[in-house]
């Protein structure tokens, strides 16, 4: 299908399409691999941060109308960072909460301008690079130590070239659902030699989730490769599409059935074999906090960022830490959004949410491709993860920025004027 915003670089000559092709991919690239934690360990982030943002502003500037009918037309994309930026009026911290809205305002604008340019297919093959990149890297690291240390967290589980272990898992996982979608493009869509080579990034790629020991991706996984293999069946063959169905029946109907006979909880046997305990490693406990803070301030929240940012809270801070939580997050999206703009910023980030999830869910039905299966369910992991870990409310987040610039591309690249 033809795209029904065509999208033109300025100027007539072939070098300088060159130029801001080059231009374009440079923003989208970098910002991927910025926010997928790729360099933070050696702290040169902030300052590449800050050239994405010249790019970004530069070249948004020098296609200001069109992006103009972008930003109109996706609005529900820019209203939590715009809840965010507001909350400056209460907030208990307000170079914060600036700060840290003006750093969400543009992680949006960057993740819309990507998904204007590029169509879910260019943006899936630049994903699989950028979060390969730092997957791969981590996989030299963790067989010649060429990167430096430290290779393991010091509560197990391998970082590779990430600050935390759940970088590895997330992103990893991620990768091994782009590469093995990748995989099952047809030759115009993808070609021959990069599918052939994606069998082998989705191996490593997976053997990386493995060692890192991030539980929640471990789990995820065999779970989402399963799903993007029964909504691409109709592109194997008949006996392996059947034989695949046939297993997954028979392994939902059987493993319920022994489980019973054997009198074995399958909550416990999972929490067992995670190395989770019935808290799944605190969580429970951090969602309590969470939710007496909540309670004090439920429409409005504290200001984005400031719950974290404030002595005010040091206690709260504490508590949070005896829980068991390093990172400044309660690992779960909805108390993360809330404690920060209480209901008003839940409502503006589902409102984002269930959209793009509404137009990856018609792209699909409407399509059937390898591309729409695999934006669908490159979809669904973020807010799959965001329930248990610290996605959906931070600046600068991958998750986030997927989630934004692939409904941008659904809806720009592929649904017609008219359902829009």
């Given at each position: 299908m033809a795209a029904s915003v065509a999208y033109a670089a300025p100027g007539p000559g072939v070098g300088q399409r060159a130029f801001w092709r080059g231009w374009d991919l440079a923003i989208v690239f970098l910002a991927l691999m910025l926010a997928g934690?790729?360099?933070?360990?050696?702290?040169?982030?902030?300052?590449?941060?800050?050239?994405?943002?010249?790019?970004?502003?530069?070249?948004?500037?020098?296609?200001?109308?069109?992006?103009?009918?972008?930003?109109?037309?996706?609005?529900v994309c820019i209203a939590y960072p715009l809840v965010a930026l507001v909350s400056v009026l209460w907030s208990f911290d307000r170079p914060a909460t600036v700060a840290g809205g003006i750093q969400l305002l543009m992680s949006a604008f960057i993740a819309m301008f990507a998904g204007w340019r590029y169509a879910p297919r260019?943006?899936?093959?630049?994903?699989?690079?950028?979060?390969?990149?730092?997957?791969?890297?981590?996989?030299?690291?963790?067989?010649?130590?060429?990167?430096?240390?430290?290779?393991?967290?010091?509560?197990?589980?391998?970082?590779?070239?990430?600050?935390?272990?759940?970088?590895?898992?997330?992103?990893?996982?991620?990768?091994?659902?782009?590469?093995?979608?990748?995989?099952?493009?047809?030759?115009?869509?993808?070609?021959?030699?990069?599918?052939?080579?994606?069998p082998l990034v989705a191996g490593i790629a997976a053997f990386m989730v493995v060692l890192s020991l991030s539980m929640t991706s471990v789990v995820l996984m065999p779970c989402y490769v399963m799903l993007l293999f029964l909504l691409n069946r109709r592109r194997m063959p008949v006996l392996l599409r059947f034989a695949m169905v046939a297993g997954v029946v028979l392994l939902a109907g059987s493993v319920p059935l022994l489980l019973g006979l054997l009198g074995l909880d399958p909550f416990t046997l999972l929490l067992d074999a995670t190395g989770k305990d019935a808290t799944l490693t605190g969580r429970t406990e951090l969602w309590a906090i969470a939710a007496e803070n909540i309670a004090q301030a439920p429409l409005f929240g504290h200001g984005y960022q400031a719950f974290w940012s404030s002595s005010q809270f040091a206690a709260?801070?504490?508590?949070?830490?005896?829980?068991?939580?390093?990172?400044?997050?309660f690992h779960n999206f909805i108390a993360d959004v809330m404690i920060g703009n209480g209901l008003i910023?839940?409502?503006?980030?589902?409102?984002?949410?269930?959209?793009?999830?509404?137009?990856?869910?018609?792209?699909?039905?409407?399509?059937?491709?390898a591309v729409a299966v695999?934006?669908?369910?490159?979809?669904?992991?973020?807010?799959?993860?965001?329930?248990?870990?610290?996605?959906?409310?931070?600046?600068?987040?991958?998750?986030?920025?997927?989630?934004?610039?692939?409904?941008?591309s659904i809806l720009h690249h592929f649904l017609p004027r008219t359902t829009r």
């Open positions: 934690d790729t360099l933070n360990r050696w702290g040169i982030s902030a300052p590449a941060w800050m050239l994405v943002y010249g790019l970004a502003f530069l070249r948004i500037l020098s296609v200001w109308p069109a992006f103009w009918q972008v930003l109109v037309r996706n609005r260019q943006l899936m093959l630049i994903a699989l690079g950028a979060l390969g990149l730092g997957v791969m890297a981590s996989a030299v690291n963790w067989a010649t130590l060429v990167f430096g240390g430290p290779l393991y967290s010091a509560v197990g589980g391998l970082l590779g070239i990430y600050t935390n272990k759940n970088m590895l898992g997330h992103y990893g996982l991620m990768v091994v659902l782009l590469a093995v979608s990748v995989t099952l493009m047809p030759p115009p869509e993808a070609p021959r030699p990069l599918r052939l080579l994606t709260q801070h504490f508590a949070v830490l005896r829980a068991g939580a390093t990172a400044p997050s910023g839940l409502i503006a980030m589902l409102a984002m949410i269930l959209r793009r999830l509404s137009l990856a869910f018609g792209f699909w039905r409407r399509d059937g491709s695999a934006a669908l369910v490159t979809l669904l992991l973020p807010v799959t993860l965001a329930m248990v870990e610290p996605y959906f409310y931070r600046q600068h987040e991958v998750m986030t920025m997927w989630v934004i610039m692939m409904g941008v």
